[in-house]
């Protein structure tokens, strides 16, 4: 084999076909093949935000959702850079909106409240609509950098006047007794 046909053999990034032996290696299987079947960037798109809308709760405890989700960001993001010129990459979130427009929103309606609760909806809402690839990784931790920054400084804004039961109920703070020395 000449070393043209080596280069051209190896380049790109080849799909894996053998996964960790942990997990539902059928249900693996099973979406991979599925995901084998998406061709375009819409129909990825709609999978993925369909999944992350049905697998809400628990999502970071199930290792085989987890997996699955990774695989189909996998197939959206190699659609995009199939179907996406750089420059529409760079300035159009897979939803069909602005980037610039997405995180300017959020951030603004991030500042215009001092409700807690309301600061915690809107960074969770951001990571679940607009989580990579659905924008970028750049202007995404960016624009959640900046949503956390501004929870937190509310968060923190007189949390000693608050009684520390009533921290504790607000956050769901359970008290465990300190293990007994012998």
Known sequence: MSRADRATAVAGAKPRTEYPPFGDQSLRQEWTERLAGVESLDAAVQ??????????????????ALWIEARIED????LRLAERTPEEIDSTALTGE????????????????????????????FRRNYKPPVIPTVPFMRTETE????????????????????????????????????
């Not at 427009?101 to 309301?118: I, K």
């Not at 956390?148 to 703070?173: C, G, H, M, T, Y």
């Open 47 to 64: 999978l993925l935000t369909q999944w992350r809308s049905e697998h809400l709760a628990g999502a970071l405890e199930e290792s085989d």
């Open 75 to 78: 197939r959206v993001a190699v």
């Open 98 to 125: 602005s980037i610039a427009e997405v995180t300017e929103r959020a951030l603004a309606e991030a500042r215009s409240t001092d409700d807690v609760v309301r600061l915690e909806e809107l960074v969770t809402q």
């Open 147 to 182: 949503l956390v920054e501004i929870l937190i400084k509310q968060r923190s804004k007189n949390w000693f006047d608050e009684p520390l039961d009533e921290l504790r109920r607000r956050r769901n703070a359970a008290l465990v007794p300190a293990p007994k020395e012998n």
